[in-house]
């Protein structure tokens, strides 16, 4: 459909002679012509007749449109309405554009409310043939007021809610491309006001799915998707038909996604992103309201149209061919009043694969607020006049589903092949340097071995506790994303807890106790942002990722980063509380997990490490802490902290047992303190203390020439600065070495 351009001068006047060359039809035209020239001939008396009038209501050649739906028998036997209509038939129109336009107008609401007392339902599609036979050079073949409008905005207008002024602007646009007619001609007439139909077929022809069928007659039908085809039900978006016009008309100003989330945001506070995406979803593929164009929403020509009109029929077709159910409960309805009961079963009926109570309920809702149906005090439903005027429209079989065991979905389509837009080394060295101290090798080593598989961008940062683990993940994930904090849609840190059993704390999990609701995560809206923004590279950061058994929590992503299946999240449909069923991997996703290796945590599995870059940290230069001149310390202060770490750094290290940055933070912390307070602690007491409470407690050991030695070198460090209460401590420690075999701070 986008493909045919009527907007432009040049694009219209190609798709006016294509639509001659290919849809001209002589024996219509001649229909139109013989009558046409029998109105214009016909007397005030003849006009006035019976029969005239009987032609003119129910033998009118400009559109079989509506034809027999409506019974209007009791006005062509109103001799008084037949009479002031023939009366007006030959008023004299204004020849300014202007006014003549708005005389037809009036004309038109005239005729309408005339007919009110003398029909059961409003002939609409009848009062506009009438109006064109009477006056054709004013009006075009096309009856349907949506098809009209969508026509209109095809060709570059702005859509009307008035037919009058909907048939006059796009003859007014055929002109300006095509040239003027004479007025006078009925051949050149009869040409032009079924042009605009021609261009309705040809557009018609240009969707492989037209919900609009015409016949070369001017009959305008619907052309109903197989009920396996169709959409399974519509979402109960905020507000329902009443809420579409607000978003719509802030969709008129080509928001991005980021814009269009926040405004749904700020209107429906109650509703989580995942809902919100949802709905967003609902507007485009359920209702086609909205489209992407590039990062940006637009509005479809069905949703230029609703804007300007406000009317719910602009939806009629789409609904009626495409939604499930809606046409056989609509028809089941005219035949008389049904109760909610009754509703249920037969959408049921329809889609017997509807477990729960919620797609027929969401149906209804839709139904009310679109004026379909109407409801009693007895919660008994009936058709609306606009149900009624829909129910018209369907002129199939409605067909049902049958009830089957449910099968697998088919894979959610992967997102675009498209190059991830991430910094290059260089560019990530520089954001690092800036906020700490660690060698360049090991952060290139990080960046290349999370990127040079396509897909698998994971690694584990292992080590010793305090070492910079986390710090560098978090300060890699901002270089990697732009991002200046983890409030970030592209940036998490998730914190793994013991208790992590099942993929479900990242993942989450249909709700057992409120069975309508998705537990949602931080991870998952993370999933699901990195496949809506595919060039966009997105960390999520595991911290202290072995409290738990990564395979466990991790199966289903460790399965999926590795073969590119899909990610199952539920088995409620395609979406169910603003969450899909399944989700395809991003090849955005970076993985970063942090392990420290002691007895509260577990051993890695082979599952996981041969998927991961693994990096360790032990090596620790107490020089290249990037806090040093940095703090309030008196120099002679600060050299006596360095010499102690250095000197305890050097012995315990050989046993793995030497400490990290965040130790050297926080005992140069409680120095600094100690200095801007006093008290009753001298510097080399305060040393003494700070030492012994953030250092000693992490010796411990069994018997081994190594470990002796670490506690030898530490003894003698200690004694050589004169941190008397932590050398006693150590003291103690390589007695209960000597003794019982093993030594740890805690007895």
């Avoid at 004479?182 to 040809?202: F, G, K, P, Q, Y």
């Avoid at 829909?390 to 009830?403: G, H, M, Q, R, V």
Wanted: charge should be negative.
């Amino acid at each position: 459909m986008e493909h045919l351009d009527l907007k432009s001068d040049g694009g219209l006047r190609s798709a006016c002679q294509e639509a001659e060359a290919s849809h001209a039809n002589p024996d219509w035209r001649a229909a139109l012509k013989i009558f046409f020239e029998g109105v214009r001939s016909a007397s005030l008396a003849e006009r006035a007749s019976e029969a005239f009038q009987r032609r003119l209501w129910e033998e009118n050649p400009v559109s079989n449109a509506g034809m027999g739906t409506v019974n209007v028998e009791r006005a062509i036997e109103d001799e008084g309405f037949r009479r002031w209509l023939a009366e007006q038939s030959l008023c004299e129109l204004p020849s300014d554009p202007g006014e003549r336009t708005a005389a037809l107008n009036t004309l038109h609401k005239q005729i309408l409310q005339r007919l009110e007392p003398l029909c059961d339902r409003m002939p609409r599609l009848k009062i506009l043939r009438v109006l064109a036979a009477l006056f054709p050079e004013d009006f075009t073949t096309i009856a349907d007021r949506g098809a009209l409008r969508r026509l209109l905005i095809r060709m570059g207008g702005k859509g009307s809610a008035d037919p009058v002024i909907g048939h006059r602007r796009i003859l007014g646009r055929l002109a300006e491309v095509v040239g003027p007619i004479d007025t006078s001609n009925t051949d050149a007439v009869v040409r032009r006001m079924t042009l605009a139909w021609m261009l309705i077929e040809l557009v018609n022809e240009s969707e492989s799915d037209a919900t609009m069928v015409s016949e070369a007659s001017g009959e305008e039908r619907l052309k109903p998707l197989p009920a396996a085809r169709r959409r399974k039900g519509v979402l109960a978006v905020s507000g329902y038909f009443e809420g579409l016009l607000p978003v719509l008309q802030f969709v008129q100003g080509s928001p991005t996604r980021e814009e269009f989330m926040d405004y749904l945001r700020g209107e429906r506070p109650h509703l989580k992103d995942a809902s919100i995406r949802t709905q967003i979803s609902s507007l485009r593929s359920e209702l086609n309201l909205l489209r992407l164009d590039g990062d940006r929403y637009v509005l479809t020509e069905r949703g230029e149209a609703l804007l300007e009109s406000g009317d719910p029929d602009e939806l009629r077709d789409w609904l009626l061919t495409r939604t499930l159910g809606i046409d056989y409960v609509l028809l089941a309805l005219k035949a008389g009043p049904r109760s909610r009961k009754e509703l249920f079963t037969m959408f049921q009926t329809v889609n017997p694969n509807w477990k729960s109570d919620f797609g027929p309920s969401s149906m209804i809702q839709w139904l009310l607020h679109l004026d379909l149906v109407s409801r009693d005090e007895v919660d008994h439903f009936s058709l609306t006049e606009r149900g009624r005027a829909w129910s018209d429209w369907i002129t199939w079989e409605p067909e049902k589903l049958t009830a089957t065991k449910p099968e697998p979905p088919p894979p959610p389509p992967l997102p675009p092949s498209l190059e991830i837009r991430r910094p290059e080394l260089e560019t990530v060295l520089r954001h690092l340097e800036g906020v700490a101290a660690f060698p360049a090798a090991l952060i290139a080593s990080l960046h290349l071995g999370l990127w040079a598989n396509e897909r698998r961008h994971f690694a584990i940062l292992t080590g010793l506790s305090g070492s910079g683990k986390t710090l560098l993940a978090r300060e890699y994930g901002r270089a990697l994303t732009g991002t200046d904090s983890e409030g970030s849609e592209r940036l998490c840190t998730l914190p793994v807890q013991p208790g992590w059993y099942d993929p479900t704390p990242l993942l989450g999990y249909v709700n057992p106790l409120s069975r309508d609701t998705y537990e949602g995560t931080p991870f998952l809206d993370l999933l699901i942002h990195a496949l809506e923004h595919p060039q966009e590279p997105h960390v999520a950061i595991l911290d202290e990722m072995n409290l738990s058994h990564p395979e466990q929590y991790l199966a289903p992503v460790l399965s999926a980063m590795e073969t590119g299946d899909v990610l199952e999240l539920h088995s409620k449909g395609e979406h169910f509380d603003g969450v899909p069923g399944r989700i395809p991997y991003p090849n955005n996703l970076v993985l970063i997990g942090t392990v420290n290796m002691d007895e509260t945590t577990l051993g890695l599995s082979d599952k996981v490490l041969d998927r991961a870059f693994t990096l360790e940290f032990w090596d620790i230069e107490i020089d290249e802490w990037p806090g040093w001149g940095k703090h309030d310390l008196p120099a002679a202060d600060e050299a006596a902290v360095r010499g102690v770490l250095h000197d305890l750094m050097h012995a315990l290290q050989p046993a793995r047992l030497h400490f990290g940055w965040r130790v050297i933070d926080e005992v140069v912390g409680f120095m600094q303190l100690r200095e801007s307070e006093g008290g009753g602690l001298s510097m080399s007491e305060a040393l003494d203390r700070v030492i012994y409470a953030k250092l000693l407690p992490k010796l411990r050991g069994e018997d081994s020439l190594r470990f002796r030695e670490a506690l030898a070198g530490c003894a003698e460090a200690l004694k050589s600065h004169g941190l008397v209460v932590s050398q006693a401590k150590v003291a103690e420690l390589q007695s209960d070495l000597e003794t019982t075999g093993s030594a740890r701070f805690w007895r």
